[in-house]
């Protein structure tokens, strides 16, 4: 991770994201702007935060690594997101339950965790956008996460109509690995997934990018039943 100090890229980025209207100016005096590379860890599971992070550019990835040794991608992060926000609203010092990784390269404004607690926790507008954040992250955790037993089919489904209430209908797809790897299912079931809706005239995908030709045919979820590997 490198400090950049480029005051007049901080302020465009603090003014593009509205951070004034969020961040009281006893805690904006506290910003750092950072920049981690592609491939770099911002944090790594089971360490403690010690810096709240907005994602101002760039893309990052939520990974856990469990004991039995398995991986599982929980979500993709892209601007303006909040890393670090379950943490800190722990009733305890809790440590990162999970590690995130930088897909491209990112530009992240950061704050200490300390100075969050004493400044921003009594503020109405700080907690107002923190609460709106942790909203949209459950309201995908469920909608993708909850779905084991259904098809993989609807579970690509799910994902791209989230994708599109963010996106529009040009998505930009990540790695099938970690697709793949967030939705539960083997590379292989993806390509299938993938395959079958574009033979429906539902999406149409080249490469990385995905453009849904029929967004009331998406939402039109088939009858679900057992796929194998």
């Given at each position: 991770m490198k400090n950049i100090n480029d005051s007049a890229l901080k302020e465009r980025f603090i003014l593009t994201n509205r951070l004034s209207a969020i961040i009281n100016?006893?805690?904006?005096?506290?910003?750092?702007?950072?920049?981690?590379?592609?491939?770099?860890?911002?944090?790594?599971?089971?360490?403690?935060?010690?810096?709240?992070?907005?994602?101002?550019?760039?893309?990052?990835?939520?990974?856990?690594?469990?004991?039995?040794?398995?991986?599982?991608?929980?979500?993709?992060?892209?601007?303006?997101?909040?890393?670090?926000?379950?943490?800190?609203?722990?009733?305890?010092?809790?440590?990162?339950?999970?590690?995130?990784?930088?897909?491209?390269?990112?530009?992240?404004?950061?704050?200490?965790?300390?100075?969050?607690?004493?400044?921003?926790?009594?503020?109405?507008?700080?907690?107002?956008?923190?609460?709106?954040?942790?909203?949209?992250?459950?309201?995908?955790?469920?909608?993708?996460?909850?779905?084991?037993?259904?098809?993989?089919?609807?579970?690509?489904?799910?994902?791209l109509l989230f994708k599109m209430q963010n996106e529009g209908a040009t998505i930009q797809l990540e790695k099938r690995e970690s697709l793949a790897a967030m939705l539960g299912v083997s590379v292989r079931q993806l390509n299938r997934a993938l395959i079958k809706l574009a033979q429906q005239g539902i999406i149409q995908h080249k490469n990385k990018t995905l453009q849904v030709i029929n967004p009331v045919r998406l939402s039109d979820f088939p009858a679900d039943k057992s796929e194998s590997v």
């Open positions: 100016p006893s805690l904006l005096a506290t910003l750092r702007l950072v920049k981690i590379d592609a491939g770099e860890y911002l944090m790594t599971q089971n360490t403690y935060l010690t810096h709240l992070y907005f994602l101002v550019d760039g893309k990052l990835q939520v990974e856990r690594h469990n004991p039995n040794g398995t991986h599982a991608v929980y979500s993709f992060e892209t601007p303006f997101s909040v890393v670090g926000e379950m943490e800190l609203f722990s009733i305890k010092k809790s440590k990162a339950g999970g590690s995130v990784q930088a897909l491209s390269d990112s530009w992240l404004l950061t704050l200490p965790v300390e100075a969050v607690k004493e400044h921003a926790m009594s503020d109405p507008a700080f907690l107002l956008f923190m609460c709106q954040n942790l909203s949209h992250k459950l309201l995908h955790n469920s909608l993708i996460h909850s779905s084991g037993a259904i098809s993989v089919e609807s579970k690509l489904r799910k994902f």
